[in-house]
């Protein structure tokens, strides 16, 4: 799992011009960041140590996908960013996806650290416009305003911020989805109406809970987990009994048919 987060993408541009997008991980948001980067003239280069994965990712993306190279790596954070650290071009550019882990110690082992940020997309890839541009204390300018350009290159709005837990959207997002969680937890307040409360009080597109059922509860409950251990003596990262007892069953959110609400199989909420 470390792994699969640690650096999702590296970016280059040579003397020649040509423009290639390394992407380590194949799930779900890797396959999205290699479409997306596809549709835009890049070559990419995907990289798992699970072939199926590989196998599924070129399926879904086959039509796109320049070629997909197929390398087995240690299922270990560290000597994987070793790795890419000794193997990657001299003058690429390493970037992880995380949305919870420090980057700080994701790059403390790299001799590159200037050329090492954080670019952090939001699932579904291929439909959500933002990115997150994350600066170490180490990220040199030059990287920082690279990372910058190559958003707006593959039609992504960048905002930028520093190694902060939860960077930005993270870290507003998750204490309000885990305080819709309490507020359901204690009898307070119904799933519907909470959603429904936020969405014409608010303005807000989707309801907290009907959100957290779309990203996946046992995403939040690790994001959650992740930024309750680099923030201990913040509460409103403490996990809720409710969410850890939906994961501990199965009940993921609307991938796997249930969680706050249940799903028909065309993903359409069937109780209210």
């Keep these: 799992m470390a792994f699969k987060l640690l650096l999702r993408a590296s970016f280059l541009q040579n003397s020649r011009g040509l423009r290639t997008v390394s992407v380590i991980g194949g799930g779900l948001m890797g396959s999205g960041i ?36 197929k390398k087995k790596y240690p299922d270990d954070a560290e000597t994987a960013t ?15 996806n995380t949305s919870s882990l420090s980057l700080k110690e994701i790059g403390g082992v790299l001799d590159a650290q200037r050329r ?3 670019l952090h997309f939001f699932q579904p890839v291929p439909v959500l416009s933002l990115v997150e541009v994350i600066r170490t204390a180490h990220t040199s300018d030059a990287t920082f305003q690279t990372l910058m350009g190559f958003a707006q290159t593959i039609n992504k709005v960048p905002i930028a911020c520093r190694d902060t837990p939860g960077f930005v959207v993270n870290r507003l997002l998750v204490p309000y989805l885990l305080e819709a969680m309490r507020l359901v937890d204690r009898g307070d ?12 009080g608010a ?12 990203v996946g509860l046992d995403t939040i409950q690790y994001i959650c987990d992740s ?8 509460a409103v990262f403490k996990c809720p009994s409710v969410l850890r ?11 796997s048919g249930e969680g706050f609400y249940k799903y028909d199989a065309k993903g359409k909420v069937v109780n209210c």
């Design 34 to 69: 290699a479409q997306v980067c596809i549709q835009h003239g890049y070559t990419v280069h995907l990289v798992d140590v699970n072939t199926n994965v590989l196998s599924a990712s070129s399926s879904s993306i086959h039509q796109s996908l320049t070629r997909i190279v």
């Design 82 to 96: 070793r790795k890419l650290d000794k193997y990657a071009a001299p003058d690429a550019i390493l970037v992880s």
């Design 116 to 118: 090492f940020a954080g």
């Design 189 to 200: 307040s119904t799933t519907a109406d909470v959603d429904l409360g936020m969405k014409l």
């Design 203 to 214: 303005g807000h597109p989707m309801g907290p809970l009907e959100l957290a059922d779309f």
């Design 227 to 234: 930024l309750s251990e680099r923030m201990p003596n913040d």
């Design 245 to 255: 007892k939906l994961v501990s069953q199965g009940k993921l959110g609307k991938k």
